[in-house]
T-cell receptor, first 115, second 114 residues
Framework: GAVVSQHPSRVICKSGTSVKIECRSL??????MFWYRQFPKQSLMLMAT?????????EQGVEKDKFLINHASLTLSTLTVTSAHPEDSSFYIC???????????FGSGTRLTVV | AQSVSQHNHHVILSEAASLELGCNYS??????LFWYVQYPGQHLQLLLK??????LVKGIKGFEAEFIKSKFSFNLRKPSVQWSDTAEYFC????????????FGQGTTLQVKP
């Protein structure tokens, strides 16, 4: 079945540094990828939608300059948390799909801790 | 915008008990509905989905859900839970426009006692 690989699974970084999270679709070409953020004991909040070759669409309240999303190919999307602060500590999850086919495959998530 | 509401935040059951988790959505048009499960330390997995047709949907691991349009509901059920069903359960709906965006409910933590 469809597999999405997300790396790293855990990362600890110092405040002020940037962190890049990768999301790869391993056996299918994902025309659309979604990035979610999950706080402890809470639901997944959609951050942005990225389509291959175009700029990401961010949800209201999400800072696009802080959370840089690149979807350069049909199998890779990256989320870069720039100038990270402790309040950015969270669980980030990507999801990949093929536009028009509502089957979503989720990555295993990345636990980001900013110290 | 669409919203999804899960009424039960934390459910504790004994093994063999029956389960019903509530899910209501806000959109009045055509909806596509999902239930996902997240086992401890694992990623989200699809339990079942409804796009059209029979409103009673069978999923994996003995789960089923019933789409009741008049009640804007898509409740998840299982006749007899097992300890291994302990997990976080999320109801989700695709936004009404053709964006493909999944909007999740708040999640329900299910704890099954052996």
């Amino acid at each position: 079945g469809a597999v999405v690989s997300q790396h790293p699974s855990r990362v600890i970084c110092k405040s002020g540094t940037s962190v890049k999270i990768e999301c790869r679709s391993l056996d299918f070409q994902a025309t659309t990828m979604f990035w979610y953020r999950q706080f402890p004991k809470q639901s997944l909040m959609l951050m942005a939608t990225s389509n291959e070759g175009s700029k990401a669409t961010y949800e209201q309240g999400v800072e696009k300059d802080k959370f840089l999303i690149n979807h350069a190919s049909l199998t890779l999307s990256t989320l870069t948390v720039t100038s990270a602060h402790p309040e950015d500590s969270s669980f980030y999850i990507c999801s990949a799909t093929i536009t028009g086919i509502y089957g979503y495959t989720f990555g295993s998530g990345t636990r980001l801790t900013v110290v | 915008a669409q919203s999804v509401s899960q009424h039960n935040h934390h459910v504790i059951l004994s093994e063999a008990a029956s389960l019903e988790l509530g899910c209501n959505y806000s959109y009045g048009g055509t909806v596509n509905l999902f239930w996902y499960v997240q086992y401890p330390g694992q990623h989200l997995q699809l339990l079942l989905k409804y796009f059209s047709g029979d409103p009673l949907v069978k999923g994996i691991k003995g789960f089923e859900a019933e789409f009741i349009k008049s009640k804007f509901s898509f409740n998840l059920r299982k006749p007899s839970v097992q300890w291994s069903d302990t997990a976080e359960y999320f109801c989700a709906v695709i936004e009404g426009s053709n964006t493909g965006k999944l909007i999740f409910g708040q999640g329900t933590t299910l704890q099954v006692k052996p």
